[in-house]
């Protein structure tokens, strides 16, 4: 598999774009004003404990306090040798403690936080509070898998914490791992010093922006390029790699072009598409994508695809394109919590083991981790997919001012209707000359053709004239009835 990585670099914002095969997969956008907080160290205080929830706010200098839930916290042994449990033998209010953000604040949500600190490299991580010697258990093979913990366990003597071994620690040899501890204990001494110095509320430790941040996490092996399109983050790039990654310099490269590298390879037209409800399958049928506080749907229909036999041949091989279209476009628009597939109905078991399959095969190059339930009676299939930052549609974009979200309008007809009431309900109360509506284009044009015969009855019914003025700001749902 060819994968490519774009980045795009300018002062106020960095876009990078994972290119696998010619096709765009993924899109991270971090604003300078707007940074992840995700891997940042702070030290909080507890503002409030709340038993019923077994769960405290912290506060760690947001505009919203942060969530810190009894199972996130490192805890320690009680009278009886018994781990407790409960959030109020934990923390008490006015507590100060080091935490970590493991997740952005999300709509009207504050940041998720933990106690279980964890420190990245580029082969391990770091846990001060846990002493194993761990590997990712995306390194299947046991012969392997023993021989990371034999080293890390040779390495680990003698410090506190403990190591886990990433995925890309896979082959990597003794020195490569010593240099990661000597890093990683460095950086963590260096944290523990400006926690004892710093205030409640103050930052002790901040990730690696996202240019340094994605060769970390993301960059493997298969990665062929990293393109980028400013001088002076490649040089920081290739500074990085020539240090941590050396096996990677080699692939960065600035890319010097007068046309910007994102319609170079079509990216800006994908994330444009990314951004819309309705996606289309190369079959003919389509998708339709409504993300929604508490969920993610994701309808299944046929469109214009007929299919050459018969209807079920015809659902199925939808279904099935639908998969791979699906498995990207969570990861495009990075769409998590819970997400309900409604698949066309299939009748043969067959069928919908195999679209399963499907699903789960193409989920398989996701980072982020997901859990599939079975296809349910009905067609539909469950799903949960873990998300650390927000959606890109919450990071581009903001609710309509018109409709406020809701994503409709009333009509014309509707706001004509409400007009009448309005000047019904005013003439009741006061005593005017005239009614002067203000109102959009939209509905004016309504009131004098339409419902014209509607507004000379209601001026013959309040023995009043009614005036029309079109104002241009108005939006369709606005007016206003100005008594004269």
């Known amino acids: 598999m060819s994968i490519e990585i774009l980045m795009n670099v300018t002062p106020h914002e960095t876009r990078v774009a994972v290119v696998e095969n010619g096709v765009l997969q993924e899109v991270v956008v971090e604003r300078e004003r707007r940074r992840g907080l995700v891997g940042n160290i702070y030290k909080g205080k507890v503002s409030r404990v709340l038993p019923g929830m077994q769960a405290a706010f912290i506060d760690i200098g947001l505009e919203r306090a942060a969530f810190l839930h009894a199972s996130d916290i490192t805890q320690g042994q009680d009278e009886e040798g018994q781990k407790g449990d409960n959030i ?38 770091f846990t ?19 021989r990371l913990k034999d080293v890390i366990t040779v390495l680990k ?58 060769l970390r996490d993301v960059v493997d092996g298969d990665v062929e390029k990293l393109r980028i399109d400013s001088r002076r983050a490649t040089r920081r790039v290739s500074q990085f790699a020539e ?116 699903l789960q095969k193409n989920l398989e190059r996701d980072r982020a981790k997901s859990h599939i339930t079975e296809v349910s009676v009905l067609g539909l299939v469950e799903m949960t997919r873990k998300r650390t930052r927000e959606s890109l549609e919450r990071v581009l974009c903001q609710p309509c001012p018109t409709c406020n979200g809701r994503a409709t309008l009333k009509t014309p007809e509707t706001v004509c209707f409400e007009i009448f009431r309005e000047i019904l309900r005013e003439a009741r109360q006061f005593d005017a000359q005239q009614y002067l509506v203000l109102a959009s284009q939209e509905v004016v044009d309504i009131l004098l053709d339409e419902e014209s015969t509607s507004v000379a009855e209601l001026e013959e019914f309040i023995g009043k004239p009614i005036k029309l003025q079109v104002e241009t700001l108005y939006t369709q749902e606005q007016y206003d009835v100005v008594m004269m």
């Open 128 to 146: 001060p509070n846990i002493f194993n010697a761990g590997v990712s258990l995306k390194i299947e093979d046991d012969a392997e898998r023993q």
């Open 88 to 125: 109020t033998q934990l923390l008490h209010e006015g507590q100060d403690l080091l935490v970590q953000v493991i997740k952005d604040p999300l709509g009207t949500k504050g940041a998720r936080l933990t106690t279980h600190i964890t420190i990245p490299s580029r082969f391990l991580v």
């Open 243 to 358: 240090q941590f990654m050396p096996e990677l310099a080699s692939r960065v490269e600035h890319y010097p072009g007068e046309r910007p590298i994102f319609d170079l390879y079509g990216v800006e037209d994908e994330i444009q598409k990314a951004l819309e409800r309705k996606v289309h399958l190369k079959s003919g049928g389509y998708l339709i994508i409504d993300q929604t506080e508490a969920m993610t749907t994701v309808d299944v229909n046929t469109g214009a695809f007929v299919g050459h036999r018969n209807l079920e041949e015809t659902i199925f091989k939808t279904n099935l394109e639908a998969t791979q279209t699906i498995a990207r476009q969570l990861r495009l628009r990075n769409l998590g919590g819970i997400i309900i597939i409604d698949f066309i109905d299939m009748s043969e078991a067959e069928h919908k083991r195999q679209v399963l399959r499907s």
């Open 157 to 214: 003597q003698g410090q506190s914490g403990g190591y886990i071994a990433r995925t890309a620690a896979e082959g990597a040899g003794i020195e490569a791992l010593r240099a990661d501890t000597d890093f990683l204990n460095k950086l963590w001494d260096s944290i523990r010093e400006s926690m004892a110095s710093a205030r409640a509320g103050e930052i002790v430790h901040e990730d690696l922006p996202l240019v340094l941040r994605i």
